[in-house]
């Protein structure tokens, strides 16, 4: 057993948030003390994020869809295709709320860093390998979150180009294919060829739903991304499955914004249990190993710090 291995498994969910927990849930802290990657993205304007290992995505949709990524692997049609899950630290764009935090970053700072951290994943799945289709999948806004980034991002061609761009400077952006649920954003130069195929997914029939909490339920969420990956597949198989969901919580949580590379789903924290696939305790280590070997590798566009240097938990 490797160290990734044994990361995450000694770890004990919160059985429900408190309004004192705000400042730092039990994830926060497990993280801070014993975080393998130790990465932080740097936007143009020198502004931070941590990147880390997550050992917990929560109880609300990213739980969900990474177990959706997670059940994948189990089917013939995905065979050899790594999935993961990134969370993504709001920013005060995000919603009234975040607007005054001052500890957020401004819109494009966060998408800059955003396109760091989606470019270390890229730069890694390429190596070698052309042509290459990685999928990347935002949600929509709920409640709270107005304007989600992650959906701002995978829906905002500049943003993909740059991410191309950190990952293989050798490579321009050739085409566009809108799809009915997403789009296909071609990229090709030196012999090479990458395709990121991005899709949002809605959480409710409409917006102004989904900001007054009138969700889908979990199935129709699932189905909703089953229908997207269809279409992306249909014609252009992925090599690699990525999705992104906005960390909410840290609104509330006065550190420096966060980027979380998820290695395992619980998601049965509360009182109730939804009806999903995440309620069991899954671990899923691809995407995390990714990374780790970007950081043996030393490799940008992320910066490492020191083994030695682990963080104390945020407060």
């Known amino acids: 057993m490797d160290d990734l291995d044994a990361y995450g498994r000694d770890y004990v969910p919160q059985a429900a948030a408190s309004v004192a927990d705000h ?8 993280v801070g003390q014993r975080d393998l990657l130790r ?18 995505p929560g109880a ?3 739980a969900d869809q990474l177990a959706n990524l997670i059940a994948l692997a189990d089917e013939p049609a995905f065979a050899g295709v790594l999935t993961g899950f990134i ?4 920013d005060r764009s995000t919603g009234a709320a975040a607007a005054a935090a001052t500890h957020l970053l401004p819109r494009s700072d966060n998408l800059q860093q955003c396109a760091r951290v989606v470019a ?9 390998t052309s042509p290459l289709t990685l999928v990347l999948t935002a949600f929509g806004p709920f409640a709270g979150v107005v304007d989600n980034p992650t959906a701002a991002f995978v829906g905002g061609p500049d943003h993909l180009v740059a991410a191309v761009r950190l990952a293989a400077p050798e490579l321009r952006p050739i085409e566009r294919e809108p799809l009915m649920m997403g789009a296909l954003h071609r990229f090709a130069g030196a012999g090479r060829e990458l395709t990121l195929a991005t899709a949002v997914l809605p959480l409710a029939a409409t917006p102004a739903d989904a900001l007054a909490g009138r969700y889908f339920d979990p199935d129709t969420t699932a189905a909703n991304f ?4 269809a279409e992306i597949a249909a014609v252009q198989p992925p090599r690699a499955i990525v999705s992104l969901g906005v960390d909410s919580g840290q609104v509330l ?3 420096r914004p966060a980027f979380r590379v998820e290695t395992q789903t619980r998601g049965f924290h509360g009182a109730t249990r939804a009806r999903t696939a995440s309620d069991g305790f899954q671990r899923h280590l691809e995407l995390a190993r990714l990374f780790l070997r970007a950081r043996a590798r030393g490799d940008g566009p992320l910066r490492f710090r020191p083994d030695h240097a682990i963080d104390p938990p945020s407060v």
């Open 226 to 229: 089953r229908r997207a990956l």
């Open 23 to 30: 400042a730092i849930r039990s994830g926060d802290r497990y």
């Open 39 to 56: 990465a932080i993205a740097v936007a143009d304007s020198g502004a931070e994020a941590d990147v880390q290992l997550g050992v917990d």
């Open 120 to 128: 270390a994943a890229a730069r890694e799945l390429s190596e070698g």
């Open 253 to 255: 949580r006065p550190a």
């Open 60 to 62: 609300f949709y990213c």
């Open 87 to 90: 969370h993504v630290p709001p």
